[in-house]
């Protein structure tokens, strides 16, 4: 494989082959040793070491910045937090604090992480089959910690299974975004998303958008950004333009160095949930 990298890149890359294609023409590539090592050829990475042993690293803050976190993200995260205080499983902490920060960044937990049960099989069937980027999980009981099956689905297409973890699979999924040159699936027409976006100087940059309901977002937490509200109306701001003044946020700038947020790094690439990628943060940081 070490040996066929630069035709297979052409391939991905430029000849924009299909998941289903590159499948049939690559079958060792979608493997998980194969995944891994074909990251560290783009990367110089490694992927599922140090995906997984960043979230370990990061797991007590991280939590600590969820449980914070009030309103609607507070409701939907109280079960996961609470499986993960009876848990002392370590595959079990990292899929909670995965789908915790799912949540917290304003994505739909279950269009990414997508779970049934034995006896759904045929229903999951027919609607992975029109997934684009999902991690499914199948479980013998609704209640059960552990799952039958793991496995990661990419354009309709089932590729991996039997995978031990859902921590492992959201590597595997990251992994491949890398290895077959994916981008995020971008959301609904008409919907307008916030990204946080990084200059060439380094300095993180802030996107403000509006909704169909005509409510002005960010998407950005209240508490951790150190403002009131971010989430807010237009007329709440009295000006039509989202750039105000210095003084509206009470920072210099709206536009500040990473290092302002308190953040190592919330920005890089792959253009995952709706940021550059959080999942870079931890796989890099």
């Known amino acids: 494989m070490a040996k066929t990298f630069s035709l297979?890149?052409?391939?991905?890359?430029?000849?924009?082959l299909g998941v289903e294609e590159l499948k049939e023409r690559w079958p060792a590539l979608f493997t998980v040793d194969e995944i891994n090592a074909e990251f560290l050829r783009i990367t110089t990475v490694p992927l599922q070491t140090r995906f997984l042993a960043s979230l370990d690293r990061h797991h007590s803050k991280l939590i600590e910045l969820i449980r914070r976190k009030g309103g609607v993200n507070r409701e939907k995260t109280q079960r996961l937090l609470q499986a993960l205080d009876r848990s002392l499983d370590a595959n079990i902490k990292r899929e909670c604090l995965l789908k915790c920060l799912t949540i917290y960044l304003g994505e739909d937990l279950d269009q990414?992480?997508?779970?049934?049960?034995?006896?759904?099989w045929e229903e999951a069937e027919m609607e992975l089959s029109r997934a684009s980027m999902a991690v499914f999980v199948i479980r013998e009981?609704?209640?059960?910690?552990?799952?039958?099956?793991?496995?990661?689905?990419?354009?309709?297409?089932?590729?991996?299974?039997?995978?031990?973890?859902?921590?492992?699979?959201?590597?595997?999924?990251?992994?491949l975004m890398y290895v077959l040159n994916l981008s995020y699936p971008a959301p609904p027409t008409g919907v307008w998303?916030?990204?946080?976006?990084?200059?060439?100087?380094?300095v993180l940059r802030t996107g403000l958008t509006v909704s169909p309901t005509g409510v002005w977002r960010t998407?950005?937490?209240?508490?951790?950004?150190?403002?009131?509200?971010?989430?807010?109306?237009?007329?709440?701001?009295?000006?039509?333009?989202?750039?105000?003044?210095?003084?509206?946020?009470?920072?210099?700038?709206?536009?500040?160095?990473?290092?302002?947020?308190?953040?190592?790094?919330w920005a890089e690439s792959a253009s995952c949930w709706g940021v550059e990628d959080w999942t870079d943060c931890l796989l890099l940081g």
């Open 8 to 16: 297979r890149r052409q391939e991905i890359v430029e000849k924009q």
């Open 112 to 120: 990414l992480f997508k779970e049934y049960l034995v006896v759904q």
């Open 141 to 175: 009981e609704d209640d059960s910690l552990q799952p039958h099956e793991i496995g990661v689905v990419i354009d309709g297409v089932k590729v991996l299974n039997m995978l031990p973890s859902v921590a492992h699979a959201g590597a595997m999924l990251f992994g």
């Open 193 to 202: 998303r916030t990204g946080l976006t990084v200059s060439p100087t380094g």
């Open 219 to 265: 998407g950005l937490t209240v508490s951790y950004w150190g403002v009131e509200d971010w989430t807010e109306s237009a007329s709440c701001w009295g000006v039509e333009d989202w750039a105000e003044s210095a003084s509206c946020w009470g920072v210099e700038d709206w536009t500040e160095s990473a290092s302002c947020w308190g953040v190592e790094d």
